[in-house]
């Protein structure tokens, strides 16, 4: 027996009501938390400016950009820069996008309390989101990835 199940615009109580039904299950059960490439793209797209260059940079440079690498200036803090990845995460679990399990796709490095010393993507996130940014900044580019002609 294999479950597959999408679920958009579903209720906190009618997925508590199907976390409990399916916990009878949960060894038959696997829920969907991979990052695609078009999840990566919605994410992306749904990001502001700075929340985007985060997340860029970090593709960019094979998962994990410093803080000093996204400063403007030297004196330029990066306060409130990561409120919005995890805003849109919520954003998209609300809305369905992705299931309320989806990980984070870059997480805050450093000592916490408001400073961090840079943002580390995952490994396996890196080419996903690479894809998935260079799809949003240049169509073209990306249809040449997909198809192998770079």
């Known amino acids: 027996m294999d479950i597959q199940l999408t679920i958009k615009n579903v209720t906190p109580e009618a997925y508590d009501d199907l976390k409990e039904f399916l916990s009878k299950h949960a060894e038959r059960v696997t829920l969907d938390t991979e990052w695609t490439p078009e999840r990566a793209e919605r994410y992306y797209r749904q990001l502001p400016d700075r929340a985007r260059k985060i997340v860029r940079e970090a593709a960019i440079r094979d998962g994990y950009v410093s803080a000093d690498d996204l400063r403007d200036t030297e004196d330029s803090s990066l306060r409130g820069h990561s409120a919005a990845l995890k805003q849109v995460l919520e954003r998209g679990e609300r809305k369905g996008w992705w299931p309320p399990e989806m990980p984070a796709p870059i997480e805050p ?10 943002y ?3 490994d396996d996130l890196v080419g996903v989101f690479f894809t998935a940014i260079k799809k949003v900044s240049d169509p073209m580019a990306a249809a040449n990835i ?5």
Do not use: I, L, N
């Open 120 to 122: 580390r993507m995952p």
């Open 146 to 150: 997909a198809t192998g002609q770079e």
């Open 109 to 118: 490095q450093g000592k916490g309390f408001g400073k961090v010393d840079g």
